[in-house]
């Protein structure tokens, strides 16, 4: 059993931070989701340097490394993730958003869930409402697709559990050459990497038609509360990371491509040195929906996570945290929560 799930369960959320617009029924973007201008909103659009990782180089464990270690972020190209399943995915990603804001609401996340649909589980940390529709999957979908399609949930059930199947192996060999670039011994990495604890997430994310995009924030930013992230987007831009120094970089996407982003837990793993990278999602003119599927690898609920890449020069910047643990204190304090097991 996934039990990730429970973790958010001592952090119930109020209807109005988990019930989304109908965006069909507006023609102009309402006071809710209209956020302040910032300069941060001219992003430099030099993405030149987001590195590209092919997993059939022989050099994948120290490009992966440099990857994290520089950006915090990646395209990975040969990840051996048939086209086929990625486009299946995202097509039953659309048949969902696409269906009527009623039909949406019988599958609408309950308050102290974490599974279904609704609105990103950041928003109450945001006095404005985000230009998105999410739905959260953890292990199988079957009783929320079942409200959606009552007669017909299989093919959503089949296509996502596979994708969720193939997502979880590459993020499992991802994760191997990671922690190999770590130095970190073959046992070491097997505690990190037990296939049968993991806990994972798969997230569908809608960006909707805007009619005046520069006003609103599709996704806002954050990091990721994961080891690490895979994120298929596949073929309208809007994501971008933070780097110190570049401002907002564009990701944009590339045939076939996947995204892997560092998150919290391996930027504690790493004792800081991979940054677990800032990333926000904006909406273009003229732009049609966008989707992404961003998948969440975690490491068991009930281990705990510490600096492990430690050589005889550095002391752990942070001290030893079960993920039940982080994943409640970040619940209450978002960006801040890395401060709260600071040493
Ligand atoms: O839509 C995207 O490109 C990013 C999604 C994301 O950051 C998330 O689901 O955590
Ligand atoms: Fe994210």
């Known amino acids: 059993m996934n039990t990730l799930s429970e973790a958010y369960r001592d952090h119930p959320l109020h209807l109005h931070h988990i019930i989304p617009l109908d965006f069909d029924s507006v023609r102009t973007v309402p006071e809710s989701h209209v956020w302040p201008p910032s300069p941060a909103f001219e992003p430099d659009d030099d993405q030149s340097s987001i590195p590209t990782v092919d997993l059939m180089d022989p050099d994948a464990v120290k490009l992966i490394g440099h990857a994290c270690e520089t950006w915090g972020v990646f395209h990975v190209i040969n990840h051996g993730i048939p086209m086929d399943i990625l486009d299946e995915a995202e097509s039953e990603a659309r048949r969902l958003f696409s269906l009527p804001a009623g039909q949406k609401l019988r599958a609408l996340r309950s308050p102290a869930g974490a599974t279904g649909y609704g609105l990103a589980r950041i928003s109450p940390f945001f006095n404005k409402n985000m230009w998105h529709e999410g739905f959260t999957v953890m292990g199988s979908p079957i009783d929320h697709a079942r409200e959606l399609w009552p007669d017909d949930y299989q093919r959503f059930c089949d296509v996502i559990e596979d994708y969720q199947k193939k997502m979880k192996e590459l993020a499992e060999t991802l994760m191997h050459l990671i922690l190999k670039s770590l130095d970190l011994s073959e046992e070491e990495i097997s505690k990190v990497v037990s296939s049968g604890g993991a806990s994972t997430a798969l997230q569908l994310n809608s960006y909707p038609f805007c009619p005046d995009p520069s006003r609103v924030m599709g996704l806002a930013p954050h990091t990721d509360?994961?080891?690490?992230?895979?994120?298929?987007?596949?073929?309208?831009?809007?994501?971008?990371?933070?780097?110190?120094?570049?401002?907002?970089?564009?990701?944009?996407?590339?045939?076939?491509?996947?995204?892997?982003?560092?998150?919290?837990?391996?930027?504690?793993?790493?004792?800081a040195r991979f940054p677990n990278v800032i990333h926000r999602v904006v909406l273009k003119e003229n732009q049609k929906q966008r989707l992404s599927l961003a998948y969440f690898y975690n490491p068991p609920v009930d281990s705990h996570v510490s600096p492990l890449a430690l050589n005889s020069a550095r002391i752990p910047l942070y001290r030893s945290v079960s993920v039940r643990e982080y994943v409640d204190i970040k619940a209450s304090n978002l960006e801040k929560a890395l401060s709260f097991i600071r040493i």
């Open 225 to 271: 509360t994961s080891l690490l992230t895979v994120l298929y987007q596949s073929t309208i831009d809007g994501l971008q990371i933070f780097k110190d120094g570049a401002g907002w970089v564009l990701v944009s996407p590339t045939n076939g491509s996947l995204v892997v982003n560092v998150g919290d837990f391996l930027h504690i793993l790493s004792n």
